[in-house]
Nanobody, 116 residues
Framework: QVQVVESGGGLVQAGGSLRLSCAASGSIFSINVMGWYRQAPGKQREFVATITSGGRTGYVDSVKGRFTISRDNAKNTVNLQMSSLKPEDTAVYYC??????????WGQGTQVTVSS
C-alpha cells in the first residue's frame, strides 16, 4: 500500500507565496512521475505541474513563471513553490504519484485560499 500526504496549504493574500509539500511512503519500488493538480469549487480537477524522475518539468500555462515544482527522489517527496498568487489560484491542491510499473496514487488534498 502507498500513502500520499500533502501539507503546506493555507490562506494567503494576493501576491503572496506558499509552499506545498507531498510525501509518498509505503510499498514503492520506484516513482516515475510526481505532480500537482487542483480543483476549484464547481470546476473539474486540472493539471498544475509535473516532474519526472529525471527532473523534466511541465506546467499549465496559467502558472508558468509563478510556480516551481521540485522533487527529492531519495525521499520520494515533491514540492510546489507558489509565488505571486492570485485569487483564481484558490483550490484544493492534490498530489499525484505515478509509480513504475504500478498505478497512480492521490493524496487527500490541501486547501489553498488566496484573498483579494
Amino acid at each position: 500500500q502507498v500513502q500520499v500526504v500533502e501539507s503546506g496549504g493555507g490562506l494567503v493574500q494576493a501576491g503572496g507565496s506558499l509552499r506545498l509539500s507531498c510525501a509518498a511512503s509505503g510499498s514503492i519500488f520506484s516513482i516515475n512521475v510526481m505532480g500537482w493538480y487542483r480543483q476549484a469549487p464547481g470546476k473539474q480537477r486540472e493539471f498544475v505541474a509535473t516532474i519526472t524522475s529525471g527532473g523534466r518539468t511541465g506546467y499549465v500555462d496559467s502558472v508558468k513563471g509563478r510556480f516551481t515544482i521540485s522533487r527529492d527522489n531519495a525521499k520520494n517527496t515533491v514540492n510546489l513553490q507558489m509565488s505571486s498568487l492570485k485569487p483564481e489560484d484558490t483550490a484544493v491542491y492534490y498530489c499525484k504519484v505515478i509509480t513504475a510499473p504500478g498505478p497512480a496514487y492521490w493524496g487527500q488534498g490541501t486547501q489553498v485560499t488566496v484573498s483579494s
